[in-house]
């Protein structure tokens, strides 16, 4: 193990204690370190193409987005990322198990390797093909988050992508912190302080994770089971830092998450003693101005697999990657180019699929112009990987005000995912073994949609898309005793995506609806079934109601429905994961003025029936009681 | 008595062909004995008519004519009572043919391209995770087949007919540490009615169920060790005795995991592969402990079963010889290393006389990795895990398949006329070859069926049952039920679609 790796662990495997003494002192003394501050003018906010996610309707992709305040909302009632993310049309989140256990998020069908995730400006990446474990992330930390639906410009993001932008001074109240507790013996601790022109923000999160569960196997009665081995600690730690510098801005994002954790294992098949550490550290820094970004990241990542009973390590890997990436904006005429350039390399020290390197490079070109009344954006970006070599990506796309009410937008583009390292080169072990032959798979959409403004505070986006995909990567039998990624013949999906929103003010109460819905349908051209894992049928619907601006306290209730179609779990389209129906509901309340209290009801119909991608089985109703104190400070 | 049933097969026959109704004549193949075994396929330039062993009389006078009387051919049956014969020029559809003095019966005269596709037909669906055996068995004139579901702990029994699903949930154990063990359940055998035996791998033990009223009848466990001569170095140090202190090496240990299954008339023989634990990392191999077989009294189950120490590892089945002795099939210790998978200790079959329960003869198979044995007459014919090969381990006749690196057959069965079943789990075909001859593909079973698509998202074609009885005397419909591993559903094989009348 290289000295670096070794202080890399070691800190990570002391970081729980540290979570717990910075958030415990965070708490008891909440205004000690948010006595001074300067909002910087120009923050670290999410940016696509040197823009501003506000500033513009996107012409390249459909997207949805999530202000501060949501977010907010929704960290109070101790949500989680994944969960958030479900509200998004098409998007499905694979739940491990636990409140605090792995969550990755597929979007419009796409695998969740397929799902690009971009924290503060970095790229998360993995080795292996499982998708970002976005449980290592806490809302608290973050400011803004934009869910891209499709893959049309996007490198390795055939799916979808998710950016997320970390907390600045303009969010972060002198000092705040929260204390919750809940089902699953599930207890919280965050704080997060803002300290002139640094943010620093810390979470501890255990739960014992263990919950009864309804066994529903095919033609067999059903059973009564405990779910063990689940239980789960994590700690998040952001510092988060802007400063004026040279004409612009200076920023500096730590970020570093941790989890200890059971690995319950399949349904019918439970792991009594197999035990997850793993941890995550990210470092980014920027300078930018109006114009013209630069930036460097770190991203580093430790995967460890053991058995708590022998104490046999069954698996360790050491990831890491860094880089650089540019981009300025240039005005020619009506034309607006935009150059970017992006490095990176990326390393992994692992027993599952040795030491490997790969690097990984893009240069991009966008140019914005208006032609025949229709917006257009083209953007050309040519890719390099040092396993790969080049992969072009053309994409163009335009908006056409219609009326003062209506938007339509349509886009075409091409994008690709290289394979993983473990997918290349994991040996061949308990049945599974990489593919040193396995190529890119890629995919060209194409789709368009509406957005209606149809009355004030209402909005509906229809999308219909197509997408075709070459060489997709499904892990396949190669004979009895192997299974392994190979490429596989062309795969399509259609789908139609509609996201509605609509708020009605009146004098005593506020209502706000908001409903998502998809319908996808899937084909593999290999096995002429639709894929598995991917239901036809997705929705979300949600409620709010919530006291006007004008009361002297806030509260608010909601209640919200998740539904997926069934679906199947294997490629020959013959064992079905049955439908899935979750409601929630809650209630948030201001005791008194920075003081908010909320609990929340997870699964309130107690269905111990759900299940999640696999038929891992989900708890039933959980409780979860909040408390957060803000200084009265206002940013 | 057959002349006087075919005479009232002929009486129908005429009676519904003129009605149009055809659905009774296949009812009336009922009463034929004997020529469910005879076909009548189309050639190139005519017709070929023949029967499969035991399908005639020995040296039974055939004649062969048109429907308007004209003679075709005449041959006699050879001893085994199997003939053959090529008509050229001949294209109507049917075909009449006399067996000695019997009254002559029609027979379609079918495209075997035709007929191979249209014998296959899926049967059920999800039929459960990770299903590992199947039997097809009929009850109260039920249909059912019972699929062991290793993933899911469970014994389904799917009615044939109906596509309803029911079963028994073999319930976790606690180990000494608390933790809950998985039965994962392997093979199966069939007691009577619905009852059945199920080898529990992660349990040690044979749970003796009763699928129709769900209960548990028995638990067939004994808790007495096994004492080698010598030590047996494991393959890396490992917990075998579960003390908390890893062992270099074993003499006593208890049998482990139970996998093969043979019911006899007076006994219940196990075959225990000794798999301790599976391979790590290439500096951690796979740990297997000596195959033991088990073999229990029936009319005393509490009893403590005798145990013999098997030459070969890795016992993958048992069952019985011709001359009533038991085969263990032992494939070895099938290892992947660095890409390649291959065997790691010699493959060999065992035979043991169950009265003396003593080890009688051993045939060593060296590479072959065998799975199943099948006895037909003396004629010993052993498939492999790791090639879609087929051995006469007496003559050392071999039957290639196919020609993948790796492929595996998991069953040989026996079929009337002296024929062999066997999967290729890799190309989801089932072959069918002569158990006298070693011919592959022996007429009327011009090519194997498909039962699944193939590569490359292959079904995992893997146990194949045949429903008791014989077709088109005892049933209509399907005969030979075929279980995919991959994709959890069963095919079913209707072989009268080139046999019979």
Sequence with gaps: MKFGDFILRCFMKGMFRIFACITLYACVVPRALGQTHSSTSATDKIEIDGKSIVESFDRLESSTFFSNDEIRREDVQGRSLADLLERVAGTRATNFGGPLLSKAIQIRGGSAAQTEVIIAGVPQRTPFAMGIDLSLLTLNHIEEIKVVRGGTTLGSAMGGAVYASSRTTDSVPGASFTIRYGSLDRTDLEAIVRAGNLVVSTAYRRSLGNFEFDSKLSGLPTQRKIRSNNDAQTGQLLMSGQHKFLGGIFGHNLTVGIRESGVAGFETQPTEFTRDFRGQTQLRTFWKNDKTRLSSFFHGMLIDYSKSDTGEKLSETMFHSYGLDGSTRVQVGSHTITPEVFISRISSDSTEHGIRARVESWMKLQDEFTFINVDWLAQIKTYWDSDFGFQLQPSMGGTLYLSDTWLWRSSLGRAFRAPTLDELYHPTQNGYSGNPSLQPESSWEIETGLRWLWARNAQVDFVGYFRQMDDLILALNRNAFEIRPENTDEASITGVEIESSYGLPTKFVELALFASAAFMWTRSEVTGEPLPTRPTLSGYFEARLKAPQAALNAFELYSSWRGLSSTTTNLQGTLEMPSYHRVDAGATYEIFPGAMFSLSVTNILDDKGLMTVNKLPLPGRQFLASLRVSDLAQP | MFRQKSLVYILTLVFLSASGCKQVVIEEEKLIDGLELVYAVSTEDGVTVGGLRGSVPPRATILISSLAGAELSSLKADDTGRFVTDISMFTNPEIRIQINTDAPVVFRVRDLTTAIAEA??????????????????????????????????????????????????????????????????????????????????????????????????????????????????????????????????????????????????????????????????????????????????????????????????????????????????????????????????????????????????????????????????????????????????????????????????????????????????????????????????????????????????????????????????????????????????????????????
């Design chain 2, 120 to 501: 296959v037909r899926p049967s059920a669906s999800g039929v459960g995770y990770v299903p590992n055996d199947l039997l097809v068995v009929e009850d109260n004139q039920q249909l059912f087949a019972f699929v062991v579901r290793s993933g899911d702990n469970a014994v389904s029994k799917i009615n044939l007919e109906t596509g309803e699903a029911s079963g028994v949930i073999i319930p976790e154990r606690m180990g000494l540490n608390g933790a809950k063990i998985p039965a994962n359940p392997w093979f199966l055998a069939h007691d009577t009615n619905q009852r059945v035996f199920v080898t529990a791998s992660g349990h040690d033990s044979v749970y003796w169920i009763d699928l129709e009223t769900e209960e548990f009848l028995g638990v067939l466990k004994s808790e007495q060790s096994v004492v080698l001569p010598e030590d047996f170095t494991l393959q890396r140090p490992f917990d075998v005795d579960r003390d908390g202190i890893l062992e270099t090496k074993v003499r006593a240990f208890q049998p482990r995991f139970p996998q093969g299954l043979l019911l006899t008339q007076d006994h219940v023989v196990v075959g225990y592969s000794g798999f301790v634990s599976p391979r790590l990392d290439a500096a951690r191999p796979a740990v297997y402990v000596p195959g033991v077989v088990r073999i229990w009294n029936r009319q005393d189950l509490g009893a403590e079963p005798a145990q013999i120490v098997l030459p070969y590892m890795n016992p993958q089945e048992v069952v019985l010889s011709s001359d009533g002795k038991a085969i263990v099939t032992c494939s070895g210790i099938i290892e992947t290393t660095n890409g390649t998978t291959g065997l790691a200790t010699d493959s060999g079959l065992t035979f043991i006389d169950l009265d003396t329960s003593s080890i009688v003869e051993t045939i060593d198979l060296g590479e072959f990795a065998a799975s199943s044995t099948v006895d037909i007459n003396g004629q010993i014919w052993t498939a492999s895990l790791l090639k879609a090969q087929v051995t006469n381990v007496k003559t050392n006749a071999v039957i290639v398949l196919n020609e993948q690196s790796i492929d595996s057959i998991f069953r040989l069965i026996e079929l009337p006329g002296r024929l062999i079943a066997a999967t290729s789990f890799n190309t989801d075909k089932l072959f069918i070859f002569d158990a006298e001859d070693g011919r592959l593909n022996p007429y009327p079973f011009a090519a194997p069926f498909s039962v699944g698509p193939g590569p490359p998202v292959f079904d995992g074609a893997q146990i194949v049952a045949r429903r008791p009885g014989r077709a088109g005397v005892d049933y209509t419909g399907p005969d030979l039920y075929v279980l995919s591993g991959l994709a959890s559903r069963i095919w079913s094989v209707e072989t009268r679609k080139l046999l019979g009348p």
